[in-house]
């Protein structure tokens, strides 16, 4: 059974840092898109970043390029999302997905979750 596992999330201030990871088991994943995506108290899920098998191409949401990076390392099945300079409107849970779909910035594109990590960003 696949399962998807992230860490990494806490409480820190404005301005801080925080690595995210998101480690996968339970199945053999190849040519797979990895994402993460974030949803905050009566907000919609929404895209965050995402890499390709290879990490030869990333995406990112407007409202975190320059701040956010995405990476992985496929000998580890592993994903981290290293985010740097946060603000409190980055609050959120935040959840890493697996899908193989072309429209990468689209939940119903990622067939496999996370139960994600709170990451809080105090003022």
């Known amino acids: 059974q696949v399962q998807l596992v992230e860490s990494g999330g806490g409480l820190v201030q404005a301005g801080g840092s925080l690595r995210l990871s998101c480690a996968a088991s339970?199945?053999?994943?190849?040519?797979?898109?990895m994402a993460w995506f974030r949803q905050a108290p009566g907000k919609e899920r929404e895209f965050v970043a995402a890499i390709s098998w290879s990490a030869s191409s990333t995406y990112y949401a407007d409202s975190v390029k320059d701040r956010f990076t995405i990476s992985r390392d496929n000998a580890k099945n592993t994903m981290y999302l290293q985010m740097n300079t946060l603000k409190p409107e980055d609050t959120a849970m935040y959840y890493c997905?697996?899908?193989?779909?072309?429209?990468?910035?689209?939940?119903?594109?990622?067939?496999?979750w996370g139960q994600g990590t709170q990451v809080t960003v105090s003022s």
């Open positions: 339970g199945g053999t994943f190849r040519n797979h898109r």
């Open positions: 997905a697996i899908g193989w779909g072309s429209r990468w910035f689209r939940v119903d594109e990622y067939d496999y």
